[in-house]
């Protein structure tokens, strides 16, 4: 099978069919063979209802219903899993990205041998300063810590090998930074394409302003994995270290200086009473903490059952 088409979706009961029968006159037209997967994120709605009429009719439709709205990173690992093409698209089932686009991703997957396109809005038509301008921030910062050169790491609209979906591990709400999580997984071949955004057609968004909250905080999440994933005593060993040092030094400061008045006969409050001794103190049990989180976080990777489940790309015999 050439083409796995995903589409996530919630109460988007208005667009399923009129999206169905878009991709299958596009299909169609460009004789390839495919499948849709289409995965109802606990939709309130009919449009399971929907999907399972289609499917009555259909043989390249399939569907995934789960009981309640677990989230859109949910919904594709369940797609993925399920996906059978050797080039994988996904797209949202509100009608703005279009299945135009998809035979020309396809293309370039196979004749550039890119591992990801995603794709980019462009010329957008949703509010300016209530998704524009966030958008246009969140991809900034995903671009500084990932490395990836990407405009529009969260369009729905992008196309993978499949070697790439039956890969990566999505958890939590990380479909935003699938390029990410698969740049750190060895497939480095990650691309962009232009593509249209239409402007929606029924219903309205399902995302409020709080997803670029939850966005930045995943982007802290994947930054801190990817950097520091495979090694942790290598951060907070050094800080833990680094804190201890300071804590000590000063400590050493305190009471030396302690000593000196004493024996010259100064006049000096007790160490107890002088507050930088409980700074000292207190910098000193922090970086023991920090030094002891750092070694149980190697010992739990050492242990870790799944320590030698890595990406091998070729093996020999």
């Not at 099978?1 to 589409?7: A, F, G, N, T, W």
């Not at 009429?53 to 259909?58: A, L, Q, R």
């Not at 399902?206 to 995943?218: M, P, Q, T, V, W």
């Not at 000593?259 to 160490?271: E, G, H, M, Q, W």
Request: aromatic share 14%; glycine share 6%; charged share 20%.
């Amino acid at each position: 099978m050439q083409i796995s088409i995903v589409i996530p979706l919630l109460n988007e009961a208005e667009s399923i069919e009129e999206l169905y029968q878009w991709i299958k006159q596009v299909m169609i037209k460009h004789k390839f063979s495919y499948e849709v997967i289409f995965i109802d994120d606990g939709s309130k709605d009919n449009s399971w209802k929907i999907i399972s009429k289609i499917i009555e009719t259909s043989t390249e439709v399939s569907g995934i219903r789960f009981s309640r709205n677990f989230g859109k990173s949910q919904a594709l690992a369940a797609g993925f899993k399920n996906a059978q093409g050797d080039i994988i698209i996904t797209m949202d089932a509100d009608l703005q990205d279009s299945p135009e686009e998809i035979p020309q991703l396809y293309q370039k997957i196979t004749q550039e041998n890119f591992d990801l396109i995603s794709g980019w809005k462009k010329k957008r038509y949703d509010s300016v300063l209530f998704k524009n301008l966030p958008s246009k921030l969140f991809n900034a910062a995903a671009r500084s810590t990932s490395g990836l050169k990407l405009h529009d790491f969260n369009c729905g609209l992008k196309a993978y090998k499949k070697e790439v979906i039956k890969t990566i591990k999505l958890s939590g709400e990380m479909h935003r930074y699938i390029p990410v999580l698969a740049k750190n997984e060895g497939f480095d071949k990650i691309t962009e394409q232009v593509v249209k955004h239409q402007a929606r057609k029924y219903g309205h968004t399902k995302f409020g302003a709080e997803r670029f909250i939850n966005g930045f905080l995943d982007l802290i999440t994947i930054w801190f994995f990817s950097k520091f994933g495979k090694r942790p005593m290598h951060l907070f060993g050094a800080f833990g270290v680094l804190m201890f040092l300071i804590g000590f030094i000063a400590a050493f400061w305190i009471g030396a200086s302690k000593l000196y008045k004493l024996y010259n006969n100064i006049p000096d409050i007790l160490v107890v009473d002088n507050p930088w001794f409980y700074i000292a103190l207190t910098a000193m049990l922090i970086g023991i903490q920090l030094f002891i989180a750092g070694f149980v976080g190697e010992l739990i990777l050492k242990n870790n059952q799944q320590k030698s489940n890595y990406n091998i790309k070729e093996f020999l015999n």
